[in-house]
């Protein structure tokens, strides 16, 4: 029977494997191998892991072949059989299958590495000139804006741009919800050191770009090219590290290019859309790694900071936009950063191409196209039943002139919400609450603002009183 000799053919190899290495390596390295087959004169050997097969070709090459050779007769050659995912119940074990050392094809590219024995992959070294380190260059520093809501985490990339893999802020982890600039940031750190540190290979990936590699590596029997590459970045961006939760061979592989980069000193930065001791699906091991370094996050930009950043993308592409308009936007665009880059490249769209005069009238309009969400089932009168419900004071009150405290706040709420998720304009939402004037509402919304940023029970509300309306828009 096939098991039979296969089994047998191994003991002899490891009888002999056992005269030239002591027991505790033997152990370690060669009891948990187990024979596969035999076919001609090839043996093929399981191995638990990447890392193990790796080990045993950079350290008993000589060994393996010797035994191999007299086992099998001098053609008798190893292949590898390794275990990247061990599986589970539902998903079958995932193997990759290596020749040996001793097994080069002909046409395969071949290096002689130092103990002048062939490895069937070739090493090519990266020229940090030539690859392409998938960076968008119109993210930089400078157009980066900086607020309460981004110090920290953008004065961190300015230090390891200024001194990648050097500082102690390796990795770097940069966290925060959708839009609020991480990718930015990041590409700019990335950009820096190409411009500063030429002979610095950087490479930008997202966690998708990454996978795919991965996978497409694994099937084409290309993993030695796949980590050898990686292990040659100066400074490796992952964006979206969130996304590989759950996919644990894609976590192995990348665990081990990290510690790999992280003992060379090499820079490592990563993006998450929450903080990574919430992040589920990743093995223990890989979370604790992300916090060896500096993590930081990145806040909802606050009204001056959208101001700032409405202010500069429309100066760099050359237009002017009035006060009136920018602040219209800064309150009026709440959903995410991404989707006020999708309303100003609209309005300049409309500026430079229809050559409209960029006002209030046309901002509005791009808004109600783009931000959909905006036109909604979302009315002042259910705002108003809505907060007052909440804050349980009398509707009518809310809406009039009393001035105490706990009816003041539910009003301002109640304008602040108008502002977000209906399309009036501050006079109409001004009318809505007793007549009062615009300047009242503008006051209102600063309130509020002010208040989500000193008490984090009201910042609560505010925040449990979106998804309400949010789910009544999705509805
Ligand atoms: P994230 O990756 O966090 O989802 P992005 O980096 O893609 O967010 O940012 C969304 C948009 O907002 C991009 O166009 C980006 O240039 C812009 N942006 C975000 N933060 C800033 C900032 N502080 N200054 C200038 N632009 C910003
Ligand atoms: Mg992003």
Redesign the pocket.
């Known amino acids: 029977m096939e098991v039979d000799i296969t089994t047998s053919v191994w003991t002899d190899c490891l009888d002999i494997i056992k005269q030239h290495v002591d027991e505790q390596n033997f152990n370690t390295w060669f009891k948990p191998i187990e024979p596969v087959r035999t076919e001609g004169d090839v043996l093929t050997i399981q191995v638990p892991s990447q890392f193990f097969y790796e080990w045993l070709e950079e350290n008993y090459v000589p060994v393996l072949k010797k035994a191999v050779r007299q086992v099998l007769g001098e053609h008798g050659r190893l292949e590898y059989s390794v275990v990247v995912d061990s599986g589970n119940l539902q998903n079958p074990p995932v193997l990759v299958n290596y020749p040996n050392g001793n097994g080069v094809k002909k046409n395969q590219p071949t290096q002689e590495n130092t103990r002048g024995e062939y490895s069937p992959f070739a090493y090519k070294a990266l020229d940090p000139r030539t690859v392409n380190s998938r960076l968008n260059p119109n993210?930089s520093f400078d157009?980066?804006?900086e607020?309460d809501c981004?110090r920290l985490a953008r004065s961190a990339g300015v230090a390891v741009a200024k001194k990648p893999g050097t500082t102690s802020f390796n990795p770097l982890m940069l966290y925060?919800g959708?839009?609020?600039?991480?990718?930015?940031?990041v590409q700019a750190i990335g950009n820096e050191i190409k411009k500063n540190m030429p002979e610095k290979v950087v490479l930008y990936v997202d966690q998708n770009d990454f996978t795919n590699q991965f996978l497409n590596a694994l099937q084409n029997l290309k993993m030695q090219e796949f980590q050898n590459f990686y292990l040659q970045v100066d400074l490796l961006i992952l964006d979206d590290v969130q996304f590989l939760a759950g996919r644990e061979k894609t976590q192995e592989i990348f665990f081990n290019i990290f510690n790999q980069l992280h003992q060379s000193g090499k820079q490592i930065i990563m993006?998450s859309d929450c903080a990574p001791r919430d992040l589920k699906g990743f093995q223990e091991r890989l979370l604790s790694r992300f916090k060896w370094g500096l993590t930081a996050d990145?806040q909802e930009?606050d009204f001056e900071?959208k101001l700032a950043?409405i202010n500069?993308?429309m100066q760099s592409d050359g237009i002017e936009i009035p006060t009136d308009v920018a602040e219209y936007l800064a309150y009026s665009v709440d959903t995410n950063?991404?989707d006020?880059?999708g309303v100003l490249n609209s309005l300049l769209f409309h500026a430079t191409l229809l050559k409209r005069n960029i006002d209030l009238d046309l901002a509005k309009e791009v808004l109600k196209n783009i931000i959909k969400e905006i036109q909604s089932d979302v009315s002042v009168d259910y705002i108003q039943k809505t907060i007052a419900d909440y804050f349980k004071v009398e509707l009518e009150q809310m809406k009039g002139k009393l001035k105490k405290r706990e009816i003041v706040i539910p009003r301002q709420t109640a304008m602040y919400f108008c502002k977000r998720y209906t399309q009036l304009t501050l006079a109409l939402i001004g009318e809505n609450f007793g007549g009062r004037d615009h300047s009242t509402v503008i006051h209102a919304l600063e309130s509020v603002e002010d208040m989500m940023k000193t008490d984090p029970n009201f910042k609560n509300s505010i925040e449990e009183l979106t998804k309400k309306f949010k789910s009544r828009m999705s509805a």
């Open positions: 993210y157009n980066f804006v607020g981004n925060g959708v839009g609020v600039g991480k990718t930015h940031l993006t990145l930009p900071t950043i500069k993308k950063l991404r006020m880059e």
